[in-house]
């Protein structure tokens, strides 16, 4: 069954497991100190089962860092600008997506971590459907999650129905202008 897009409210249930609404520690309310935390303090690395590169075409190449421990259903996660495989965000995410049984696929953006004469930009969403073909065969369910800039990639690919299960964006850059204007305030500067 695919689902385009799903609403959650506080404690949803989906695929067996309970999610609640995000509430965060009282001593980190603030966004700004909650990306800069989350940038500081590292996460463990994990051992990718393998790691293999996804051939676009001729020109584009993704990294894969695969975690199998021999489920039927993957999740795939794919990182935001700047970002790679390994970014600490994307370990914490598969730490906590192998700890409910999935596969885990960490996958980076063409051009990125790959020797592809090939630079990733925000109208390049096409090479989601060389990594679904790519995984779709082994996996029962496939489960897309975007962070940032990829997740506004997967907003765009999902304007024509795939076949995935679920996918879910996180913080997606939807409007790239006003997103620029807002990085380049002078408010924003410990960003830069």
């Not at 940032?148 to 202008?177: C, H, M, R, Y």
């Amino acid at each position: 069954m695919t689902h385009f897009f799903k609403t959650f409210s506080p404690s949803t249930q989906l695929h067996d497991h309970e999610f609640s609404s995000f509430e965060p520690s009282g001593w980190i309310k603030n966004r700004h100190f909650q990306t800069i935390v989350g940038s500081i303090f590292k996460t463990d690395q994990l051992s990718a089962s393998r790691t293999f590169e996804i051939t676009i075409d001729d020109k584009k190449k993704s990294l894969c860092q695969l975690f199998h421990q021999g489920s039927s259903k993957l999740v795939l996660l794919f990182h935001g600008l700047g970002g790679k495989t390994d970014s600490a965000y994307l370990m914490r995410t598969a730490r906590t997506v192998l700890s409910y049984g999935y596969d885990v696929a960490c996958l980076s953006l063409p051009g990125n971590q790959d020797r592809s004469p090939y630079l990733y930009h925000a109208g390049d969403s096409d090479f989601f459907d060389a990594v679904l073909a790519h995984f779709r065969p082994s996996y029962k369910t496939t489960h897309w999650v975007g962070f940032s800039f990829s997740g506004n990639l997967i907003l765009q690919w999902l304007k024509t129905p795939k076949e995935i299960t679920t996918a879910v964006v996180v913080s997606p850059v939807t409007d790239l202008q006003k997103s620029v204007q807002r990085i380049d305030a002078p408010s924003q500067w410990i960003y830069r």
